[in-house]
């Protein structure tokens, strides 16, 4: 028994190691069929004793029983988006920006293919793989673990290989990267659907999505996906990008072949422009380029806009494109008013995506490029995402083309409608308009906002029509006996709704302002102005001057909320919200004493009456603020159990006062 069980031990560090060879530093050591007869050995042993199987063994990839759903997760630190440019010019600017916020410091870079995938968050709990999710909407996404852990690439255990010099594992990883479908592996997958009868995906972007994505984790076993890692966002101390990309394959995690590091900017640009020309040939699809900021502490004080980290840009390819006829301009109303011209187009193949309409972005877009109903016309696919049309083929042009205007009245309501000086958006102005109170019903009970479960679009335009609903605060008015009138609903759907609605009195602050549908205030700018303000009171009077002395809060999105709140009638909405019960409190409770003011914070251990996310927001709370590593600029280490040792042998070497729990509460009293 003894011998059959180190041998099972045995087999599993072989796989392991064979795995290693293979998917990350892609130099294989035995043929496919020795490695097959390892796992079929392995199985055999497993079979005979099912009571030594484990988790992480490399046979537990198969994929289990089906799922009735996706979990929401919330991830630890908002998992951010990229600001991109399509040239030079753009690029350019981009580093004269950097070096403009940062004078003086010294810049070298990292260059990383943006590999055209879904975005996957893997968090590990002492070694072991407890969570997979996708980057949902950066803040929260979906629980997938069953569907990675079938991922060859992934890890079911870090560190994979641990060789003499492999760096210690802390005891939770949080590790971002890219699921994705090699091209060739792609076409397999697409000719084996077609055999089959069934539909193949429009591109390797859609298949992977789709396989992650199955509630059956067994069909996700069968597809052909693979993975690059190329973030550490929570469970390392290292310095540079270039050493996290080592780190990660340190630990056994697959990596891009296609990085490189750069002292010189004019090689990165050259680098860029070589790399780019290989896209036709590469081995996955990708859509640009991403160039970081190497040094991450830079990184951190660079900072955000928005969801952009201003310490990383992509440069995208050029765009795809076709030619096509624009048949006719639909008007789209938007939740906020804004009236979009859409194309109606012949429909066209690009980039493996038939399209049949496509944004005209605005009128005033529309007058410059001189685009007519009737036209010829080249569309794209910016980003090889969002189709757009480009501008017409003149020389095509045979005199029967119409002009096209903008409105006078919303399609929706006939109402007026209006342009301001400053703006291109052409908007409705009555706030009663159906489509846009619609729209604003659907968004004010999304997810991303107040989270009412069983109020979607339909939902919505059921409660339009039944003119139970005339603003986004009538939702809380809404009666058992008003729904039961309502098509599909039954007393249990009722009630449901009901419970629902009354729950999401109880919603964050933040949630509030991004569902109330002000312009330009998405959930990071609506969180930048709860922590500031900690009242939809103070921030109703707050002026255009206070608002741009908050961080990630600039013009534009100042004038919004000063230009939303100057209007009586919303003003009346947040009120009669607060008639009905809406809390709208701070996410952390009622704002406390800045008493932190200034201090800079390194949170490391396990803390005895918080974790480290609560941790981090009482910090903030308080006026502090809270970093990854410790430097020059830390201010206090915080210790609990189970520290990281490279962090606390920085602040001893550089000095750093040490607090423990009681003694952080203490400083926050003041």
Same mark, same amino acid.
């Given at each position: 028994?003894?011998?059959?069980?180190?041998?099972?031990?045995?087999?599993?560090?072989?796989?392991?190691?064979?795995?290693?060879?293979?998917? +990350?530093?892609?130099?294989?050591?035995?043929?496919?069929?020795?490695?097959?007869?390892?796992?079929?050995?392995?199985?055999?042993?497993?079979?005979?004793?099912?009571?030594?199987?484990?988790?992480?063994?490399?046979?537990?990839?198969? #994929?289990?029983?089906?799922?009735?759903?996706?979990?929401?997760?919330?991830?630890?630190?908002?998992?951010?988006?990229?600001?991109?440019?399509?040239?030079?010019?753009?690029?350019?600017?981009?580093?004269?920006?950097?070096?403009?916020?940062?004078?003086?410091?010294?810049?070298?870079?990292?260059?990383?293919?943006?590999?055209?995938?879904?975005?996957?968050?893997?968090?590990?709990?002492?070694?072991?793989?407890?969570?997979?999710?996708?980057?949902?909407?950066?803040?929260?996404?979906?629980?997938?673990?069953?569907?990675?852990?079938?991922?060859?690439?992934?890890?079911?255990?870090?560190?994979?290989?641990?060789?003499?010099?492999?760096?210690?594992?802390?005891?939770?990883?949080?590790?971002?990267?890219?699921?994705?479908?090699?091209?060739?592996?792609?076409?397999?997958?697409?000719?084996?659907?077609?055999?089959? #009868?069934?539909?193949?995906?429009?591109?390797?972007?859609?298949?992977?999505?789709?396989?992650?994505?199955?509630?059956?984790?067994?069909?996700?076993?069968?597809?052909?996906?693979?993975?690059?890692?190329?973030?550490?966002?929570?469970?390392?101390?290292?310095?540079?990008?270039?050493? +996290?990309?080592?780190?990660?394959?340190?630990?056994?995690?697959?990596?891009?072949?296609?990085?490189?590091?750069?002292?010189?900017?004019?090689?990165?640009?050259?680098? +860029?422009?070589?790399?780019?020309?290989?896209?036709?040939?590469?081995?996955?699809?990708?859509?640009?380029?991403?160039?970081?900021?190497?040094?991450?502490?830079?990184?951190?004080?660079?900072?955000?806009?928005?969801?952009?980290?201003?310490?990383?840009?992509?440069?995208?390819?050029?765009?795809?494109?076709?030619?096509?006829?624009?048949?006719?301009?639909?008007?789209?109303?938007?939740?906020?008013?804004?009236? *979009?011209?859409?194309?109606?187009?012949?429909?066209?193949?690009?980039?493996?995506?038939?399209?049949?309409?496509?944004?005209?972005?605005?009128?005033?877009?529309?007058?410059?490029?001189?685009?007519?109903?009737?036209?010829?016309?080249?569309?794209?696919?910016?980003?090889?995402?969002?189709?757009?049309?480009?501008?017409?083929?003149?020389?095509?042009?045979?005199?029967?083309?119409?002009?096209?205007?903008?409105?006078?009245?919303?399609?929706?309501?006939?109402?007026?409608?209006?342009?301001?000086?400053?703006?291109?958006?052409?908007?409705?102005?009555?706030?009663?308009?159906?489509?846009?109170?619609?729209?604003?019903?659907?968004?004010?009970?999304?997810?991303?906002?107040?989270?009412?479960?069983?109020?979607?679009?339909?939902?919505?335009?059921?409660?339009?029509?039944?003119?139970?609903?005339?603003?986004?605060?009538?939702?809380?008015?809404?009666?058992?006996?008003?729904?039961?009138?309502?098509?599909?609903?039954?007393?249990?759907?009722?009630?449901?709704?009901?419970?629902?609605?009354?729950?999401?009195?109880?919603?964050?602050?933040?949630?509030?302002?991004?569902?109330?549908?002000?312009?330009?205030?998405?959930?990071?700018?609506?969180?930048?102005?709860?922590?500031?303000?900690?009242?939809?009171?103070?921030?109703?009077?707050? *002026?255009?001057?206070?608002?741009?002395?908050?961080?990630?809060?600039?013009?534009?999105?100042?004038?919004?909320?000063?230009?939303?709140?100057?209007?009586?009638?919303?003003?009346?909405?947040?009120?009669?919200?607060?008639?009905?019960?809406?809390?709208?409190?701070?996410?952390?409770?009622?704002?406390?004493?800045?008493?932190?003011?200034?201090?800079?914070?390194?949170?490391?251990?396990?803390?005895?009456?918080?974790?480290?996310?609560?941790?981090?927001?009482?910090?903030?709370?308080?006026?502090?603020?809270?970093?990854?590593?410790?430097?020059?600029?830390?201010?206090?280490?915080?210790?609990?159990?189970?520290?990281?040792?490279?962090? *606390?042998?920085?602040?001893?070497?550089?000095? *750093?006062?040490?607090?423990?729990?009681?003694?952080?509460?203490?400083?926050?009293?003041?």
């Amino acid at each position: 028994m003894e011998q059959e069980r180190s041998r099972l031990e045995e087999l599993r560090q072989q796989i392991r190691y064979h795995e290693y060879r293979y998917y +990350v530093l892609d130099s294989p050591e035995i043929p496919d069929t020795a490695y097959d007869a390892l796992v079929r050995e392995l199985s055999e042993i497993e079979a005979r004793h099912p009571e030594w199987i484990t988790p992480d063994s490399p046979t537990q990839r198969v #994929g289990g029983e089906p799922q009735t759903g996706f979990l929401r997760v919330r991830h630890p630190r908002p998992i951010l988006s990229l600001a991109s440019v399509t040239n030079n010019k753009d690029l350019q600017a981009w580093l004269e920006r950097v070096k403009r916020l940062a004078p003086g410091a010294p810049l070298d870079f990292v260059v990383e293919p943006k590999i055209d995938g879904l975005t996957v968050v893997l968090t590990y709990v002492y070694g072991q793989l407890v969570l997979g999710a996708t980057r949902g909407d950066g803040e929260v996404g979906e629980d997938i673990t069953a569907n990675l852990r079938t991922v060859r690439d992934v890890p079911l255990a870090i560190p994979v290989h641990a060789a003499a010099d492999t760096p210690p594992v802390p005891a939770r990883v949080v590790v971002r990267g890219e699921a994705y479908m090699p091209v060739e592996r792609f076409r397999a997958l697409n000719q084996q659907l077609i055999e089959s #009868g069934e539909r193949p995906f429009a591109n390797p972007r859609n298949a992977a999505a789709g396989s992650l994505r199955q509630l059956d984790p067994r069909v996700t076993a069968g597809r052909p996906l693979r993975i690059f890692t190329y973030s550490l966002i929570d469970g390392d101390d290292v310095p540079t990008q270039w050493d +996290v990309l080592r780190r990660l394959r340190d630990w056994g995690f697959p990596t891009t072949p296609d990085a490189r590091h750069f002292e010189r900017f004019e090689d990165v640009v050259e680098f +860029v422009q070589a790399w780019m020309a290989r896209r036709e040939n590469l081995p996955y699809e990708a859509d640009g380029m991403v160039i970081k900021i190497n040094n991450l502490a830079l990184q951190r004080e660079l900072g955000v806009v928005g969801k952009d980290p201003r310490a990383m840009v992509a440069v995208k390819f050029e765009a795809r494109e076709a030619a096509t006829r624009l048949l006719d301009v639909e008007l789209q109303v938007g939740s906020n008013g804004t009236l *979009t011209p859409v194309a109606v187009l012949e429909p066209v193949q690009i980039g493996g995506v038939r399209v049949e309409r496509a944004t005209l972005h605005n009128f005033q877009d529309v007058a410059r490029k001189d685009i007519r109903i009737g036209d010829m016309v080249i569309v794209r696919r910016a980003g090889d995402v969002i189709p757009y049309v480009a501008g017409p083929v003149l020389s095509l042009r045979t005199g029967s083309e119409r002009a096209i205007r903008p409105p006078a009245q919303c399609p929706v309501c006939g109402g007026p409608v209006m342009q301001r000086p400053d703006e291109v958006a052409v908007y409705c102005v009555n706030l009663s308009c159906p489509a846009i109170l619609v729209r604003r019903l659907e968004d004010f009970a999304s997810r991303g906002a107040m989270d009412i479960e069983g109020l979607g679009s339909r939902v919505a335009q059921q409660l339009v029509d039944a003119s139970l609903v005339h603003d986004l605060a009538d939702i809380y008015y809404v009666r058992a006996e008003d729904l039961l009138k309502l098509e599909g609903f039954a007393q249990k759907r009722a009630e449901n709704l009901l419970s629902a609605i009354e729950a999401s009195k109880a919603q964050p602050l933040w949630r509030v302002l991004v569902g109330l549908g002000i312009r330009h205030v998405g959930a990071v700018a609506a969180q930048a102005l709860e922590s500031h303000f900690g009242s939809i009171q103070k921030i109703m009077q707050a *002026t255009e001057e206070e608002l741009q002395g908050i961080e990630g809060i600039g013009p534009t999105i100042a004038s919004s909320v000063v230009e939303f709140f100057a209007e009586p009638r919303n003003r009346e909405v947040v009120e009669k919200m607060l008639r009905a019960g809406v809390r709208m409190q701070p996410e952390r409770g009622v704002a406390a004493a800045r008493t932190l003011e200034g201090l800079t914070f390194v949170v490391t251990g396990t803390l005895p009456g918080m974790t480290r996310e609560e941790a981090t927001a009482f910090i903030e709370a308080h006026g502090g603020k809270v970093t990854d590593s410790v430097s020059r600029h830390t201010s206090y280490l915080v210790i609990g159990e189970a520290p990281g040792g490279s962090k *606390t042998r920085r602040a001893q070497e550089l000095g *750093t006062p040490t607090l423990d729990e009681a003694g952080l509460r203490r400083l926050a009293e003041g």
